[in-house]
């Protein structure tokens, strides 16, 4: 069977296995410290750890939460912001967060 060239890319990657590791929790830690400190992901870093090549490109820095509506209501009402009003929610959670890293590097 001949491979259209739309998919020809995506052959090794559909031969790739995710390979989970059940270890203590000090390692697990070690890991993400050791990312967060070369600013790469978890899986970048084991690779590191393990010698393989690393074909990540860098991506934009950013955090993620996923929110139900129910967390949009507990939120907008936390904010005194109106509860339809996703925008201005996610303005205040910004804020949150920026208030909470100042507040880390001053008690560090």
Known sequence: MVSSPRWTGSDAALRAVQ???DVEKQVIDAVRY????QQVS???QIRLILGLPVTSKPVRPRLTVTLSDADY???AERF???ADDKRKIK???H???IRFAQTR???A
């Open 19 to 21: 390979v989970a590791f």
């Open 34 to 37: 050791a990312a967060l400190e």
């Open 42 to 44: 978890t899986s970048d």
């Open 73 to 75: 209501a507990i939120l």
């Open 80 to 82: 005194g912001v109106p």
């Open 91 to 93: 303005e205040a959670l």
């Open 95 to 97: 804020d949150a967060l």
């Open 105 to 107: 590097q001053q008690d």
